[in-house]
Structures are given as structure tokens and as C-alpha cells.
């Protein structure tokens, strides 16, 4: 989640989590983080999640699930105290969010026992932000953008299940 909640420059200074994370909030959904500018990505992820969030397997929470009028730091703030399985889509437009770099990716990579899936969207530099000392879900040489239109939709079946088996597990 990045570019389109407040704006850039504020988000990039304020971090969401000026308080100490409620830790008696139960871990319950599959958190998934990723760039505004990558939305059809989110959309293609949680349209192969979906029998899974209909069957109860797992449950998904992205910044779609923010209403209006919320207050958006808050409902995050606690979204991510609430993560059981963090999902990153991984691009240059992630990467050049500072929001997702300052805020998002630094509370999900340091909360313990919440397993990180990182998916790489489009060729990077993943390395620099350090999420590289965890294994991606497929290999980051051949990102989804470059894989072929049914390769991309098989790929994306394999990872429904590894988020699935993470979530079962955590």
C-alpha cells in the first residue's frame, strides 16, 4: 500500500507507528503490502486468494479495506499489529515508495514469527532495502512481468498456496 493516502512527503516523514504495537491484538490476516502504481498486481493476487478467503483458509488485508472517512493510520497501524503473513509485491515502484520503505516494510520485517513473502513484480534493487536475506517466492531473475500471460497465472496459484501453507503454520 503507498501512494494515494495523504501525501507523499508527509507519509515519508511520519511514521505509522509512533506508539509502542498493541501486541494482545490476534494475528489474523495475510497482509498485503505493494505500490499503488502496481495495483493490477494486487488485484491479480487476491483474485487467486479468492476461493481461499471464501473458504476461510486465510483472510486478506490490503489498503482496500480502509473505508472512507477512516482514520487511515490507525486502521494500518493496527492492520499490521494484526499480520500473521506479510506479502510484499516487490517492484521499483515499491521500492521507490517512501512510504512503503520508512513505514510499511520496516514494521513488517521486524515484527517476529510473521513469515515475510516477498514476490518479485518487475526487475529491481530488492537488495537494498535488506528484504534479499529472505527467500522470494520465486526467483527474482524472472519476475512476473516477464513471465508469459499463463505462466503468470500458474506462478500465481503456487504462491496462493505458499501463502496458505504460511498462514496455516504461523
Not at 60 to 77: M, P, Q, T, Y
Not at 107 to 135: F, H, N
Request: one cysteine or more; a neutral charge; hydrophobic letters at 40%.
Amino acid at each position: 500500500m503507498s501512494e494515494g493516502i495523504g501525501s507523499e512527503s508527509a507519509r515519508a516523514h511520519s511514521p505509522v507507528a509512533e506508539e509502542p504495537r498493541a501486541t494482545s491484538l490476534p494475528r489474523e490476516h495475510v497482509f498485503i503490502s505493494y505500490s499503488r502504481k502496481d495495483k493490477k498486481w494486487l488485484d491479480r493476487i487476491q483474485m487467486h486468494l479468492k476461493p481461499l478467503v471464501r473458504d476461510r483458509s486465510v483472510k486478506v488485508w490490503s489498503d482496500a479495506n480502509i473505508k472512507a472517512g477512516s482514520d487511515w493510520r490507525k486502521e494500518l497501524e493496527t492492520a499490521l499489529a494484526q499480520s500473521k503473513v506479510a506479502v510484499l509485491l516487490v517492484s521499483a515502484s515499491f521500492l521507490a515508495s517512501d512510504f512503503v520503505v520508512h513505514n510499511e516494510l520496516p514494521a513488517l520485517l521486524d515484527q517476529e514469527g510473521v513469515p515475510v513473502i516477498w514476490i518479485p513484480v518487475s526487475a529491481c534493487l530488492y537488495e537494498s532495502v535488506g528484504i534479499d536475506k529472505y527467500q522470494a517466492v520465486l526467483n527474482p531473475a524472472k519476475p512476473l512481468n516477464r513471465l508469459h500471460h499463463a505462466h503468470v497465472d500458474e506462478e500465481l496459484v503456487r504462491i496462493c498456496r505458499e501463502i496458505q501453507k504460511a498462514f496455516t503454520r504461523s
